[in-house]
C-alpha cells in the first residue's frame, strides 16, 4: 500500500537534506521511507526554487494571460459549433429559414 505524505512533510525532509547534519540514508531511516524518494523530493525542491523569489502578481498575471487564452478559445469554439448547428438545421428542415 501506498504511502501519501503531506506537503509538510516533504519540505520538512527537505530542509533536514539541505542542513547536511545526517546523510540522505540516515533521514530515510529514520522517517521510514526510502532514500529515491527524498532524491526525488529534493530535486523537485531544486527545480521549483526559483518560483518562491518571484513576485506574487507576476505569477497571477502569468496564470490570467493563459486562462484569458483558453477562454478565448472555447468562445471561438462555442461560435463555429452554433454556426454549424444553425446550418444542419436550415439544410435538415428542422427549422424553416429565417426571412
Not at 17 to 33: G, H
Request: net charge positive; hydrophobic share 35%; charged share 30%.
Amino acid at each position: 500500500m501506498r504511502k501519501r505524505h503531506s506537503p509538510n512533510f516533504k519540505a520538512d525532509t527537505v530542509i533536514e537534506v539541505f542542513k547536511e547534519d545526517q546523510t540522505i540514508n540516515q533521514i530515510a531511516s529514520a522517517k521510514q521511507i526510502h532514500p529515491t524518494q527524498i532524491y526525488e523530493w529534493k530535486a523537485h525542491a531544486l527545480k521549483e526554487l526559483h518560483t518562491l523569489f518571484e513576485p506574487q502578481g507576476k505569477q497571477d498575471a502569468a496564470q490570467r494571460a493563459a486562462n484569458e487564452k483558453r477562454i478565448h478559445a472555447l468562445y471561438a469554439e462555442i461560435g463555429r459549433l452554433t454556426t454549424q448547428l444553425e446550418w444542419l438545421k436550415k439544410k435538415s428542415g428542422i427549422e424553416p429559414p429565417a426571412e
